[in-house]
């Protein structure tokens, strides 16, 4: 048995939410715990309680909305995503994830549908992590990963405390922030934030976990001399150094892995002056792979090329991984759900791994989880120019949506 | 006929200049038209009126101490350097060639020997170019490359107009900045700035001319993109392309001649973020070559490995020269004089180009120039691990006041 969501009151449910903190251009800008942020959440709020729904909101402003289940003992399914957008980001992002949870709860009450489970519906607090860094932060705190009284001192650039925020806008919740009792399942929604399903010509993405990821710099030392008076023969030019590496990096992920990728988003050298050979350098690394395994080798590799980078130019190098994230393997029954639904209905589904990460990769610490992607228009994300077709974004919402549905009533 | 410089009195003159304006590390920091640089002018006029030298100071602070010939029509000979310093330089520099002059003068007037030329020497105002830009400034006045009335409204980074400075240090002369008559010949000694003496051994540089000069930035324009989820074949990455050209910058100079040089001193991605694929990236150039043919060459060799790099990534670039300096090919007979008095005392000279530009190259469009360089130890300069030995300051000092002296008595 499926459910099937009524497209119409979807799109009108994604253009009203747009309109909070819409920007001129079609876009959103809506930064965590803003005054455009508390807006959305009132709204969010209204809509629970106009659906008879117990709201409750935690001590780090995670919002969450309860149907009750027949089963008073079973472990409720948890389903949605986050309201909050980049500074002029777009209006899908994971805006549509929440839309989808909550028109999910709208058909099951139109078509007086009973679950044994409970199904909540919840809003995460700052995903996105562009205001108060880091993101993920409310599934973070969540799940444990983070801690709260950390988070909670966090500032903005001008200074604002994340738990002055939380306070001013009224929610700082009364519950504290972590599971209460055991979640049978979460499924999020979120657009892909890449161009795999565009190009693929899919409907939707069945996501069967999120990469990892290595970040590090490498700094060379070579020296400084007068461009003009220092034979070539005679140089030490650490700029040749790190601008040999970073082409050597644009290979790397070309001999580790068909999803394998690897960035230099940042290279600078001193004293960057157009007549004096650079003194130092530095190169920026983001290696994305899912396996632990691969990320080791391509650390290596980029050591190695490094060193040989420096040895080019007789020069030292110093190499240093400043971050690794673990690639996460979402539940194989909550991804086969997914696959399921949308077999069911007879999608074009793409199974992908999220180049990005996302609330759920906290969430998968504490119980079983799986992702839809949506379809992004050649990939664009995080700028007004985001798109989904209302196409796209029902077949995405839709397939969310059973999924927790099929597994509230343990049809997975 | 020769003279021989006093080594000691030589030696002892560094010293004493070398105290005004004086680092704790042994360096030099006195920079144009600052308090220091005023004492070290004061000093200087001292040391000109004890040799009884008519002094004159011009419209814009250089300052001239001239010794008469026995011929009063007689066309006179110029020799001399600068007194400033980089911040935090080295004490020999151009300091060097004002003592050799001030010990020809003093050595003229202790052996009593005439000329039938007059001898000018002169100390340039703002060699260097750090507080006020552009450098070689007082040469360039005086020669009528530069527009006086433009260089007087220069600024430092404090705000400061250096005509004030010049007001307030008591060095706005009230003769004019140019020639007053025609010049027979000016000599110039500096340290090498660049290893070429060194490395080959060598007691004294006969330099031959000043290298020509290319500068430029080319810009390359991709896409931003998430490091994460952008497939690497759907990457139109601008810092993979400036890399790509600045290994290539690198190999140029081997490709065209032994004596040029090419340096990228800049480079830079935007938006600069670890894991956002860099948008534009810029590289800059300086190619020196002593040909204009080859400069040529070399543009257009970095234009095509720049529209290589752009092509290859699938995106756009824009070559920009943005500034040219033909080379300078020092007269003949003047190189020739110095090259005679090296041999005369039996040092073992080298000819070489300048990488560096010097004021020489400003006063060789007034009259026949030639320069001396002193080795300077490793080719370190700028800095107060500047080195060059006594006994090569002598050497170097000999030469250039020889030079002037043969010139001076029509010996040349």
């Known amino acids: 048995m499926t459910v099937t969501l009524n497209k119409h009151r979807l799109v009108d449910t994604m253009e009203t939410q747009a309109r909070i903190g819409g920007t001129d251009d079609g876009g959103l800008h809506r930064l965590a715990l803003s005054d455009e942020d508390k807006a959305a959440r009132d709204w969010f709020v209204d809509q629970l309680a106009a659906l008879g729904l117990s709201v409750r909101i935690d001590a780090f402003g995670n919002i969450f909305g309860r149907r009750p289940g027949t089963d008073p003992e079973a472990a ?25 949870a909550l028109e ?3 058909t099951l009450e139109d078509d007086d549908v009973e679950t044994r489970r409970p199904i909540e519906i919840v809003n995460w607090t700052n995903e996105e992590g562009t205001r108060f860094q880091p993101g993920l932060q409310g599934s973070g705190v969540w799940s444990g990963v983070f801690d709260i009284e950390t988070e909670y001192q966090r500032t903005d650039r001008d200074g604002v405390r994340l738990v002055d925020e939380l306070e001013r806008i009224g929610y700082r919740g009364d519950t504290p922030a972590e599971p209460r009792e055991v979640y049978e399942a979460y499924f999020e929604l979120h ?9 693929n010509d899919a409907n939707v993405g069945v996501v069967t976990g999120v990469v990892g990821l290595s970040w590090g710099e490498v700094t060379f030392t070579g020296e400084a001399n007068h461009a003009g008076s220092t034979p070539m023969h005679m140089r030490y030019d650490a700029g040749v150094a790190a601008a040999d590496l970073l082409t050597s990096i644009r290979r790397i992920p070309g001999r580790l892995g068909d999803r394998t990728v690897g960035t230099v988003g940042s290279i600078g ?8 050979i650079p003194e130092t ?20 590799q980029v050591r190695a090329e490094a060193e040989s980078a420096a040895s080019r130019e007789g020069i030292d190098c110093a190499v240093e991984e400043t971050a690794r994230t673990a690639g996460v393997e979402f539940d194989d029954g909550c991804v086969e759900t997914v696959q399921h639904v949308a ?3 007879g999608y074009e589904s793409m199974r ?9 990769s906290h969430v998968d610490l504490v119980c079983d989880t799986a992702m839809v992607f949506a379809v992004s228009e050649g990939g664009k994300s995080h700028t007004a120019e ?9 077949t995405a919402a839709n397939t969310v949506a059973n999924a927790a549905f099929l597994t509230a009533t343990d049809r997975r």
């Open 104 to 106: 999910l709860l709208r």
């Open 269 to 276: 050298v001193e004293p960057d002056s157009i007549n004096i």
């Open 191 to 199: 657009i892909e934030q890449g161009p795999y399903l565009d190009a």
């Open 343 to 345: 077999d069911e209905f």
């Open 352 to 360: 992908l791994i999220s180049g990005g990460n996302h609330d759920a």
């Open 281 to 300: 350098a530095t190169v920026t690394w983001d290696i994305r792979d899912p396996s632990d395994d691969v990320l080791d080798e391509a650390v290596d």
């Open 76 to 100: 409720p399914v948890l389903i949605g995503s986050h309201l909050d957008s980049q500074p002029n980001g777009g209006i899908y992002d994971g805006q549509l994830g929440v839309v989808a």
């Open 386 to 394: 985001e798109y989904t077709s209302w196409d796209d974004c029902f």
